[in-house]
């Protein structure tokens, strides 16, 4: 499934579905860098999470809105409502099974 990009205007359009995986990143951070290539492959293998990228430094009202202090962060939604968060880089398997406990 293709990866999204969201900002202020579609981020609650892009968020309300079943399971969304949102990543709050920043270009300049060396672990969201190791991230990008870990989530293109499962957004490759997973059919049943929709991946969302928000680039902090360019909205900021949403990073402040969840709660965003350090990148990368997970914030895992099920019908728009958030049910899990993440700090930090995760390798896929972590991920994964992150993923599975909180379908």
Partial sequence: MEIKHANESNFDELVNKD???V???ATWCGPCK????V?????ED???VQ???V???EATDLARKYGVMSVPTLILFKDGKEISKNIGYLPKELLTSWL????
């Fill in 19 to 21: 399971l969304v995986l």
């Fill in 39 to 43: 989530l293109e492959d499962l957004a």
């Fill in 34 to 37: 190791m991230l990008g290539p």
């Fill in 46 to 48: 997973r059919a049943d």
């Fill in 51 to 53: 991946i969302v990228k």
């Fill in 23 to 25: 990543d709050f990143f």
């Fill in 55 to 57: 680039d902090i430094d």
């Fill in 100 to 103: 599975e406990k909180n379908k």
